[in-house]
């Protein structure tokens, strides 16, 4: 009986964490759909963190109010900062999105209010599993209604040709920074949960190595359908338990297997199962716009 | 009034003038012709007009609206497409799907309508649906609908261009060379569609062409570049003999000394 206990208590947490990472990779996978390669997310991520742990231990506020409290101030700062970033392509933008992150990083360690290197302590334990479960659900949501309206088939024209997509009457900085501030409400949201789910936070959680990590989930999934990331997520986060057995091998088992997809499967986990599942096999990538979405055959 | 009036239009690139004092202009539904040897400013005339570069000196105005401090996707959502000489298409999408981008104008929904799903949202997307196929069906690509850009042959690129140029619905569609790298018999069929388009929805159309015959048979007027500058204006018989454009084509220069 305590061995099932120890089970399902272990099993929830790798739910609660594949269902979590899936939110942060489809927060970077957000910036991809329009080829921009951003790596604020982290740092979003603790925006949101300390936002709510500290509405909550040092303002009294209910768990709601510091959830949206942490939407709001991420929203806010990627709409500020959006514009100017944005401005910048490629390897650019992606080391002044490092540097952003790192940035809030340093902060947290050197502001004695955020509780510096040791951290906050004693937050309210208020995140249920299925509370991101339902977030994650929603987002799914969200984004399989993006792809089929005109605000996704232009994200992925933005980032196909940039100039291409302007002279059609797409505001391409516009939607660029609206994607920015919605892949930071996005961490910041799956930071809150994350930091109300356990008791305690610190700077160290947010560093580069996680970044990278979730820009792997999203890739190594693949970038075609917003399924990709989560199963790029979920299957990364499995796969160091299942391989549990090869103890100090697993590192490396890790990282073949994140090789052998990116190399010989460019369309990531998604192209793979396309591959194998007959039917399924696309031409093209699944935009808004094809032929068969709209009668419903293939 | 004309559709579209450019004023003493100039742009230096360095200490190059590619465009210099530029004043002519197209008036409603009709063919319009920009021709002029390579390097004679036709295609930073086109970027000029479309906001994708500014002038340094003069106006341009459509419908008497200023386009000179306007950003490209303010200056298409005023009604000017255009196709480019170096095709740009969106090659990961299917050819539909770049079809359906470029009647992006056209979805007049919200974000927030297309998430919940509202009414207006699903019309919008219907109409843009038959709209594309109506233009897939236009430029003969139907067959082809559901296959990357990318495996297009040159001609069909360039026709797909074509119908995401109209998918906006444009007032003014700006063609930069849309027949390069076309056999006579497309060139053929291409001209008879833009002049169908002209004569049908009255649409108005300023062309870049190479291919001197389709310019002569197709426009109704003619604007001829040489080195930035504008050399002549007229019907397409007048401005064939022009001397001055002659000898433009033929290296002139020379021909005085």
């Not at chain 1, 050197?110 to 334990?125: E, T, V």
């Not at chain 1, 939607?175 to 700077?203: E, N, Q």
Request: charged share 15%.
């Amino acid at each position: 009986m305590g061995d099932l206990l120890q089970f399902l208590a272990s099993y929830n947490y790798l739910a609660y964490l594949a269902a979590l990472n899936a939110i942060l990779a489809l927060s970077v996978y957000i910036m991809l759909m329009a080829g921009q390669l951003s790596l604020a997310s982290m740092g979003f991520m603790a925006i949101g963190a300390y936002t709510s742990a500290l509405l909550m231990i040092n303002g009294g506020m209910p768990f709601a109010v510091g959830l949206l409290g942490a939407a709001a101030l991420a929203g806010l700062i990627a709409l500020a900062i959006g514009k100017p970033i944005l401005r910048l392509k490629g390897v650019y933008l992606a080391i002044t999105t490092v540097g952003f992150s790192e940035l809030i990083r340093f902060l947290a360690l050197n502001w004695d209010y955020l509780g510096g290197a040791m951290g906050l302590n004693g937050i309210p334990q208020t995140t249920r599993t299925w509370h991101v479960f339902l977030y994650l659900a929603i987002l799914i949501f969200l984004f399989h209604r993006l792809d089929r309206s005109r605000y996704g088939r232009a994200l992925r024209a933005i980032g196909l040709d940039e100039t291409a997509a302007k002279t059609m009457g797409i505001p391409t900085a516009r939607y660029k920074t609206l994607a920015f501030a919605a892949s930071a409400v996005m961490a910041a949201l799956a930071g809150s949960f994350a930091a109300h789910y356990s008791f305690y936070i610190s700077p160290g959680e947010y560093n580069f190595s996680q970044a990278v990590l979730v820009l792997i989930f999203a890739v190594f999934g693949g970038l075609g359908t917003h399924w990709g990331p989560v199963l790029g997520a979920i299957a990364l986060t499995l796969l160091p338990e299942v391989f549990r057995f090869l103890q100090d091998w697993r590192p490396i088992i890790y990282g073949v297997s994140v090789l052998l997809v990116v190399i010989f499967f460019p369309g990531g986990l998604v192209g793979l199962f396309k591959l194998m599942i007959p039917g399924t096999r696309r031409k093209a990538s699944p935009i808004a716009g094809g032929k068969d979405e709209r009668h419903g055959t293939a | 009034m004309a559709l579209l009036e450019l004023e003493g239009v100039g742009r230096s690139f360095g200490g190059v003038r590619a465009v210099n004092d530029i004043t002519t202009g197209v008036e409603e539904g009709g063919l319009f012709g920009l021709i002029g040897p390579n390097g004679a400013g036709k295609t930073t005339l086109f970027n000029l007009i479309t906001g994708l570069i500014r002038p340094d000196s003069g106006t341009v105005s459509f419908r008497g609206k200023p386009l000179t401090r306007r950003s490209p996707e303010k200056i298409a959502a005023l009604g000017i497409s255009r196709t480019y000489q170096t095709i740009r298409l969106f090659e990961g999408m299917t050819v539909r799907q770049n079809v359906m981008v470029g009647g992006h104008l056209g979805g007049r929904y919200s974000l927030l309508d297309a998430i919940i799903g509202r009414r207006g949202f699903r019309d919008a997307e219907r109409d843009l649906s038959d709209h594309v196929d109506s233009l897939l069906e236009t430029v003969d690509l139907s067959a082809r609908s559901s296959d990357p850009a990318g495996t297009l042959s040159y001609g069909e690129q360039r026709r797909l261009e074509l119908a995401r140029a109209l998918a906006a619905r444009p007032a003014l569609l700006m063609l930069d060379e849309p027949a390069a790298g076309m056999n006579g018999r497309e060139a053929q069929d291409l001209s008879t569609l833009l002049r169908k388009l002209v004569t049908e929805t009255g649409l108005t159309i300023l062309i870049i062409e190479h291919n001197m015959s389709m310019i002569m048979k197709l426009c109704d007027r003619v604007i001829v570049m040489n080195s930035g500058e504008k050399l002549a204006e007229g019907d397409p018989a007048a401005v064939r003999n022009d001397r001055k454009v002659i000898e433009a084509y033929l290296g002139g220069g020379h021909a005085d000394a």
